[in-house]
């Protein structure tokens, strides 16, 4: 089982980035899902979450209006659509599925690098 993050880059302040994460091994449609991000020197961080069903989202308040999380569980894949990108949401981005039996992220993906330049 496997989540690989992809579609980090570099990017401008004000750009806009659409990271992915595809599960293999796993079906993400039966799981909730989220994606971290870590900067240097900084602990990782919950940026955004998903319900299995897409029903939910819940985001945190640095990014809440600028990215939106969503997921097709047909492709067994996660999205988190970057807007409006500050130099500040320089980070390595992860993403991770949730388990059900004890409501924590337990299956992390390799993360993806995200820079933004001023």
């Known amino acids: 089982v496997q989540l690989q993050a992809s579609g980090g880059g570099l990017v401008q302040a004000g750009g806009s980035l659409r990271l992915s994460c595809v599960a293999s091994?796993?079906?993400?449609?039966?799981?909730?899902m989220g994606w971290f991000r870590q900067a240097p020197g900084k602990e990782r961080e919950f940026i955004a979450g998903?319900?299995?069903?897409?029903?939910?989202?819940h985001y945190a308040d640095s990014v809440k209006g600028r990215f939106t999380i969503s997921r097709d569980n047909v492709k067994n894949t996660v999205y988190l659509q970057m807007n409006s990108l500050k130099p500040e949401d320089t980070a390595v981005y992860y993403c991770?599925?949730?388990?059900?039996?004890?409501?924590?992220?337990?299956?992390w993906g390799q993360g993806t690098q995200v820079t933004v330049s001023s």
């Open positions: 091994g796993r079906a993400v449609s039966n799981y909730d």
């Open positions: 991770a599925q949730s388990s059900p039996a004890t409501m924590m992220y337990d299956l």
């Open positions: 998903i319900s299995w069903s897409g029903g939910r989202r």
